[in-house]
């Protein structure tokens, strides 16, 4: 390799892409083209970015796997930096295979990363920590990657809900951002640490409402509660969980209940709550009953629904106390609202992978929200994306978005 070659990806390693094409921009050779399309991407140019590596991989040939493989690590980050989600994940793995079998250990580990990143993207908490864990936690890495690889384990336990573990591995790619001194690592990092500091729900409880941060949150399902957990549409205690996503009529008797205790809430109520009946008639009053003999049947691990003159009251069996657990912001379409949060633009079908949503549901959703001012599209076609600026004291994605620890 040559001085022009090395100088350049020092200067990729230490943040200057400038610094990087000047040495490299009027070379088409296979590693130069590397370089640049490195260099283009951390200037924000993606689609230049993906050609200039594609044709690197293409130059270096079918002998120089380890320098392919770099391009495709390069190539996924690209994506999954500008929410490519249906690139293809496979890809990635054969690439870090290929770079441990060639002894490129660095370069594995940030492509481990990467897999990792995606993997929590999309909720896949499980899958990634197997991998971190498959990862020799001894192993040195230059800064910049263990700053990358200490987010990753933070971004994890506050999906958990482990801020002491989240918050500790902050403070540790802190250090290494600043070992690194790289002024883009040492923003992310910062401003992923934003979150242990950042509303991530609101309890109500007693006909009162307050904000409360993740670690309060934590502090909260330990604490002996019996929580209606409107953020994911699950009632638990310590011990148990009974989820009801998919009963959203059921969720909703459930929570207009719990608002209420230790008080009742009258029929009226109900029926407007869960069916949005404006004038009940002998029908709604049957329905409701029905739904609430189905309620009682879900609960009854953890709490009873009693008949009152007015209506229905919720009386847990153990825990001394009922609360709601609500999202900061709740309004329609706000999953997808959490999601374009964090500044980055989204096409509909990474929405749909990260959502778990049809691609025609998002893309709906994404039309009503852009008529409302709220996101704003640009591009066509395939190319097309979606953003928005971040909303103060929206919750984004990192917050709240997975199933609850079950122990």
């Known amino acids: 390799m040559d001085s022009m070659i090395t100088a350049a990806a020092r200067a990729l390693a230490g943040g200057d892409p400038l610094g990087a094409l000047k040495r490299v921009a009027l070379r088409d050779d296979a590693p130069a083209l590397a370089l640049r399309g490195i260099a283009m991407a951390q200037l924000g140019d993606f689609v230049r970015a993906k050609a200039l590596l594609r044709s690197a991989a293409r130059a270096f040939g079918q002998k120089e796997a380890m320098a392919r493989a770099r391009c495709v690590a390069a190539e996924a980050e690209i994506a999954l930096v500008s929410r490519d989600l249906s690139w293809p994940a496979k890809a990635l793995h054969a690439a870090r295979a290929t770079l441990e079998a060639h002894g490129d250990r660095a370069n594995a580990a940030h492509a481990l990363n990467l897999e990792v990143r995606r993997l929590l993207l999309i909720g896949r908490l499980d899958e990634a920590e197997r991998l971190l864990a498959d990862a020799d936690p001894t192993m040195p890495l230059p800064p910049a990657l263990r700053a990358a690889r200490e987010l990753a384990v ?8 482990k801020t002491k573990a989240a918050r500790a591995a902050f403070t540790r790619a802190e250090q290494a951002s600043r070992e690194a001194a790289i002024p883009a690592l040492a923003a992310e990092v910062e401003s992923a640490s934003l979150v242990l500091e950042t509303p991530a729900a609101r309890l109500i409880a007693g006909g009162e409402e307050r904000p409360l ?3 309060e949150v934590e502090a909260l399902m330990g604490s ?3 929580v209606v957990d409107a ?6 205690d310590e011990r148990h969980a009974i989820p009801l996503a998919t009963r959203p009529v059921l969720f909703a008797l459930l929570r207009a209940l719990a608002e209420a205790w230790p008080g009742d809430v009258p029929r009226s109520t109900l029926l407007a709550r869960a069916f949005r009946a404006k004038h009940a008639d002998e029908s709604h009053r049957a329905r409701l009953r029905v739904e609430i003999g189905r309620l009682r049947g879900e609960l009854h691990a953890l709490a009873d629904i009693k008949a009152t003159k007015r209506g229905f009251a919720l009386a847990p069996r153990r825990a001394g106390s009922v609360v709601v657990l609500a999202p900061p912001v709740e309004e329609q ?3 997808v609202l959490a999601f374009l949060a ?3 633009s989204w096409s509909s079908s990474a929405l749909a992978i990260a959502l778990g949503a049809s691609p025609r549901t998002v893309q709906r959703a994404l039309e009503q929200l852009a ?3 709220k996101v704003q599209a640009f591009g066509r076609g395939r190319a097309r994306r979606w953003m928005t600026p971040p909303v103060p004291g929206f919750p984004t994605s ?3 978005p997975g199933p609850l620890p079950t122990n």
């Open 398 to 400: 990192l917050l709240l």
């Open 154 to 161: 933070a971004g994890i336990a506050i999906r958990r809900l």
């Open 342 to 344: 964090d500044g980055e």
């Open 371 to 373: 008529q409302a001012g």
């Open 231 to 236: 953020c994911r549409n699950v009632l638990r």
């Open 213 to 215: 941060l993740l670690e």
């Open 333 to 335: 379409h706000a999953a």
């Open 224 to 226: 002996g509660a019996l």
